[in-house]
């Protein structure tokens, strides 16, 4: 779970964006900012990130600030798990990312798959949503949800992407090592119940 000190920050930095993004007063402008460097503070005290490189983080963020949507495309392939190898980490996830603006969660799932996997698939039901902050996720700067999406191989080939390095199936016994800011192991174990379970219900945190 993310500790607390992460959770202050991050509602601290929500008022602050909300208070930016809707305050015309320049004294209360100048009391969010403040708001906002004292959230850059605390979580550069405690990753040890630069201060300038968190506060250009949020300031890219405008409007009022709402969890970002995280979505993962789960295909099984005679009863495993299909995952991509990250650049990022050298370490393994379900293939997908952020929601993109004009594309629905379906569609994200689609073009993350023939992006990071190579594979041509169709989304075929919602698995789960669930809150990042209730997994045990390494502390993330912003709140996320994640969808998990059920697709089918139609055509296509396994081919690493810009991001990905490799791609392959994994049985539930022998996963590799994960990206655990992208999917946990319970999270794993939670998609293979489907794979055992078709008509189990859809999880919700």
Not at 14 to 21: D, E
Not at 128 to 154: E, G, R, S, T
């Amino acid at each position: 779970m993310s500790d607390q000190w992460l959770e202050w920050a991050k509602r601290i930095q929500s008022i602050s964006q909300a208070g930016l993004t809707f305050s015309k007063d320049v004294f209360d402008i100048e009391r969010y900012e403040e708001l906002q460097k004292l959230s850059a503070e605390i979580i550069a005290s405690y990753t040890n990130t630069e201060m300038n490189h968190i506060i250009d983080l949020f300031k890219q963020e405008k409007g009022y600030q709402t969890p970002k949507v995280d979505v993962r495309g789960v295909v099984f392939k005679d009863g495993k798990l299909l995952l991509v190898k990250e650049k990022h980490d050298d370490k393994w996830a379900l293939p997908g990312g952020f929601c993109e603006v004009g594309l629905s969660p379906r569609e994200n799932a689609v073009k993350e798959i023939k992006e990071e996997a190579g594979y041509d698939v169709t989304a075929t039901k919602l698995l789960a949503v669930l809150d990042m902050n209730k997994h045990p996720h390494p502390p993330q700067p912003y709140h996320y949800y994640k969808l998990f999406i059920q697709c089918d191989i139609v055509g296509g080939e396994a081919l690493i992407g810009t991001e990905t390095s490799d791609v392959n199936f994994f049985s539930e016994t022998n996963l590799p090592a994960l990206s655990t800011s992208r999917n946990t192991l319970s999270q794993l174990q939670m998609l293979f119940e489907y794979e055992r379970n078709a008509n189990k219900p859809i999880t919700i945190d």
